[in-house]
C-alpha cells in the first residue's frame, strides 16, 4: 500500500498534489490566487507538482471550475473545516525522546481524556503540566478522544471530516507532538481514539467528487463507507499509519467496529492491522491497537503477538461496564435491560471468561446472538471501565457514576477493576471521585444544530419529561464548559481519600500484578445469591490471583479466606461486611 497516497508530498521543487476524483472532470490546485491543473490519471486519480510551494503555505482543490474544497489528506486546517488546507512536513519536528519505543501492553492503565476539556485553556499545551499527576497516580497510558477536524469550536470528536488533520481548536500538529514527546519523556503512552465508521453530518465534500466512496449499507450516523473500494481502503489505513508514524501515537482505538461494513476479500479490519504490523516490524516500537465492538468478536482479539498480524490487542468490554452499573445503581433502561436479571452472575462471566455475552441472544437487539466464546483468550484482550466518555455523555444529564452510587460500592468495584488481570482504564477526573458531568455537546449551526437538539428530545424523551430546562442544551457553549474537570477538588478531602484508594491500588498493580501478566490464563468465578463473590486466574508465573468479595450492602457470614498473600484488604474481618474486596495470590 502507498505510504502517501492521500495528502501533499514535499519533494525539491516543491509538493506533489494528489486528489481521488473519480466524479470530477476537471480538478485544480489553488495556491493564493493563483490556480494549477491536475493531470487526470487512472482509477480517478488527478497529480500535479507545483514549484515553489513551502511549508506553511495554504491550498484549495477547485473541482470542474465550481467548487473550493479543502484536501480530504489535509494535515491542518487552520480556519477549520470549510477553509483552506495547509502544508506541513512531519519531518522538522525534533523529538527530544527520539529513543522511545513504548512500553509493553501488560503495563498499560489507560486515562481517557477530552482534550478540550482537560483543562480551562483546551489546548494540547495546557495539558503538558497536568502529566506529572498521571504518573504520580500510576496511569502509564493516556488516551486522547479523536481529534481529526470537525465543524465548529467544540465537539466530543466523532463528527471529524477530515481525518488526517487535528482538529486547530487544540494547537497546532506541533503542539500536540510536543504533549506526546513531553509524555513519552514521563515514560507515558499516548492513545488515540480514530473514527472509520463514518463521517460527521458537516463539512465532508467527498460526495461531491468522489460519491462512491459510500454505499452498500447504512450506520446509525449515516452511509456507510465502502471499503471494497482500494482507493477508500487507502484513505483508513494510511491515516491510521500516519497517526502513529508521525505524531508517534503509540496506540489507536478504533469507535463501534460493529457498523464498519467488511467488504472485500480481506476484511479492512485484518489489513489495517497487518499494515501496522510492518510499522511495528520497521520501528521496533511498542504498537497496540484496541477496538469497540458491540458484536463481541473473540476471533478479532490477540493480546500477545507482535508484531500484530491482522487482529488487536483488546477490546472495550461494555459487558463489563454495564453489568456494574446495573449492579450499583439499579437502572435497568435500554441496553441496561439486558443486565437487569442478577447483574452479579454477568460480572462473574466477565470475571471469568471475558465477555458476559458470547453467543447468547439480547433481548435489546431482538433476541438475536451475540457475541463468541471468549474464555480462551488471556485476560489482558480486555479493556474494563467503570465510566468512559459514552456511558457518562450518553445520559440526558450527562451524570457520573460518583452521582449515582455511594461511595463504598464504588471503592469495591474501583478495587476489582483495578487490580483484575484485564487493562483497566478511568475516565478524566474518575481517580479523584470527580462529580463534573460530561455531556454531550457540539457546534452546529442551522437545520443540523436543531437536528441535533430534537434528535437528543427524541432519544431521551422520558428523561425531558422529568427534568425538561435541567437538560443542557448541547449546542449551548454552557454545556461544553461545564465539563471542564475539577482539578482543585483533588485537595477536597472526599477527593483527597479516592485518589489515595487510586495511587494505592495501581502502585499495588504494577508491583504484584503487572510483572505475572504475561501469560496469565483465565481461572473461574463464581457468586451466590447474597453478593460473596469469589475468583481466581492463572498468572504467567504459575501463581494464581484470588479474589473474595462481599458485592451487596448487606453483611453475610463468610469463612475469611487462607493461604497464599494477601495484597488488598482486611483478612481478619474477612468478605462478610458489605462491599468488602480481599486480594490474594498464592500457588494453589
Not at 463481541?296 to 477490546?315: H, K, S, V
Request: proline share 6%; net charge negative.
Amino acid at each position: 500500500m502507498s505510504a502517501h497516497s492521500f495528502g501533499p508530498r514535499l519533494t525539491e521543487k516543491g509538493a506533489i498534489f494528489r486528489l481521488w476524483a473519480p466524479a470530477a472532470q476537471r480538478v485544480d490546485v489553488v495556491l493564493g490566487d493563483q490556480s494549477h491543473p491536475l493531470k487526470p490519471g487512472d482509477d480517478g486519480w488527478f497529480t500535479a507538482e507545483v514549484a515553489g510551494v513551502e511549508t506553511g503555505d495554504t491550498y484549495r482543490f477547485r473541482i470542474d471550475d465550481k467548487t473550493d474544497v479543502p484536501d480530504p489528506g489535509s494535515r491542518f486546517q487552520p480556519d477549520d473545516i470549510n477553509g483552506p488546507s495547509q502544508v506541513i512536513d512531519h519531518g522538522t519536528y525534533a523529538w527530544r525522546a527520539a529513543d522511545w519505543r513504548g512500553r509493553p501492553w501488560e503495563e498499560t492503565v489507560l486515562l481517557e481524556t477530552h482534550v478540550g476539556t482537560h483543562t480551562p485553556e483546551g489546548t494540547y499545551r495546557a495539558m503538558i503540566d497536568r502529566l506529572d499527576h498521571l504518573v504520580a497516580t500510576g496511569i502509564t497510558a493516556l488516551e486522547l478522544m479523536p481529534l481529526a477536524d470537525f465543524a465548529g469550536k467544540r465537539n466530543w470528536g466523532y463528527d471529524g471530516v477530515l481525518w488526517y488533520a487535528p482538529d486547530a481548536m487544540f494547537g497546532r500538529p506541533e503542539d500536540l507532538k510536543a504533549l506526546i514527546d513531553e509524555a513519552h519523556l514521563r515514560g507515558l503512552m499516548v492513545f488515540l481514539d480514530v473514527v472509520y465508521n463514518h463521517f460527521g453530518p458537516e463539512g465532508n465534500y467527498l460526495g461531491l467528487y468522489a460519491p462512491n466512496f459510500f454505499g452498500g449499507a447504512d450506520t446509525p450516523w449515516g452511509s456507510a463507507i465502502d471499503y471494497r473500494l482500494p482507493q477508500v481502503r487507502a484513505y483508513a489505513i494510511e491515516n491510521a499509519v500516519a497517526w502513529l508514524r508521525d505524531y508517534r501515537f503509540d496506540g489507536l482505538r478504533l469507535d463501534a467496529v460493529h457498523a464498519i461494513v467488511e467488504q472485500g476479500e480481506i476484511p479492512m479490519l485484518h489489513e489495517l492491522s497487518r499494515e501496522v504490523g510492518k510499522l511495528v516490524a520497521d520501528t521496533g516500537r511498542h504498537i497496540h491497537l484496541v477496538l469497540e465492538n458491540d458484536d463481541n468478536r473473540a476471533t478479532l482479539l490477540d493480546p500477545a503477538t507482535n508484531p500484530p498480524c491482522g487482529q488487536y490487542r483488546a477490546q472495550w468490554n461494555d459487558d463489563y461496564h454495564h453489568a456494574w452499573h446495573v449492579l450499583l445503581t439499579g437502572e435497568d433502561n435500554g441496553y441496561y435491560s439486558d443486565y437487569a436479571q442478577k447483574p452479579l452472575d454477568h460480572i462473574v462471566q466477565a470475571l471469568g471468561s471475558g465477555f458476559a455475552y458470547q453467543g447468547q441472544p439480547s433481548a435489546h437487539r431482538a433476541g438475536a446472538e451475540r457475541g463468541e466464546p471468549s474464555g480462551e483468550l488471556a485476560p489482558a484482550a480486555f479493556v474494563n471501565f467503570l465510566q468512559n466518555h459514552d456511558q457518562i455523555g450518553n445520559r440526558a444529564l450527562g451524570d457520573r457514576l460518583e452521582t449515582l452510587a455511594k461511595p463504598e460500592a464504588i471503592e469495591a468495584a474501583l478495587a476489582i477493576t483495578l487490580l483484575a488481570p484485564m487493562v483497566p482504564m478511568l475516565f478524566q477526573g474518575e481517580e479523584w471521585g470527580s462529580k463534573v458531568p460530561f455531556p454531550f455537546f457540539c457546534d452546529f449551526e442551522g437545520d443540523l444544530a436543531d437536528a441535533v437538539r430534537n434528535g437528543r428530545k427524541k432519544e431521551f424523551a422520558s428523561a425531558y419529561e422529568k427534568y425538561g430546562d435541567e437538560i443542557p442544551d448541547p449546542l449551548d457553549e454552557s454545556s461544553f464548559r461545564s465539563a471542564f474537570i475539577d482539578w482543585d477538588n483533588r485537595e477536597t478531602t472526599a477527593g483527597k481519600r479516592r485518589l489515595t484508594l487510586v495511587r494505592e491500588l495501581l502502585a499495588l498493580r504494577k508491583q504484584h500484578i503487572v510483572p505475572r501478566l504475561a501469560g496469565a490464563r483465565f481461572g473461574k468465578a463464581e457468586a451466590d445469591d447474597n453478593g460473596l463473590l469469589t475468583a481466581f486466574w492463572k498468572m504467567g508465573d504459575g501463581s494464581r490471583l484470588h479474589l473474595a468479595a462481599n458485592l451487596s450492602g448487606t453483611a453475610v457470614t463468610a469463612t475469611p479466606p487462607t493461604g497464599g498473600t494477601t495484597i488488598w484488604g482486611n483478612t481478619s474481618t474477612g468478605v462478610g461486611t458489605p462491599w468488602s474486596v480481599i486480594w490474594r495470590i498464592g500457588d494453589t
